[in-house]
Nanobody, 116 residues
Framework: QVHLVESGGGLVQAGGSLRLSCAAS????????MGWYRQAPGKQRDMVAT???????NYADSVKGRFTISRDNAKNTVYLQMNSLKPEDTAVYYC??????????WGQGTQVTVSS
């Protein structure tokens, strides 16, 4: 089992920045991918950004140029730096880890609210 703990969410004004962190613990081995997803009220959960074990990244079009995903393998932690935040970025942000290409684990979510 992999346990994920997210932190860094909060309330920020439009144009501001936040940095999310997700620390993994437990049976940490063969982690293939780590990523961030978000879910706004009444909407489906969507991919925001992912990073593979060798560093390849992928971003949703809506966040390209504003968000940056990174990972510290020594700390088993993935980060999401969010700049130039917009009200439409308001959502619960979830961390996800894929292990051995078969097991997926989710964090409990952290609320990000961007006021206009």
């Amino acid at each position: 089992q992999v346990h994920l703990v997210e932190s860094g969410g909060g309330l920020v004004q439009a144009g501001g920045s936040l940095r999310l962190s997700c620390a993994a613990s437990g049976s940490i081995f063969n982690i293939n991918a780590m990523g961030w997803y978000r879910q706004a009220p009444g909407k489906q959960r969507d991919m925001v950004a992912t990073i593979m074990s060798r560093g390849t990244t992928n971003y949703a079009d809506s966040v390209k140029g504003r968000f940056t995903i990174s990972r510290d393998n020594a700390k088993n932690t993935v980060y999401l730096q969010m700049n130039s935040l917009k009200p439409e970025d308001t959502a619960v942000y979830y961390c996800k880890v894929v292990q051995s290409w078969t097991n997926a684990y989710w964090g409990q979510g952290t609320q990000v609210t961007v006021s206009s």
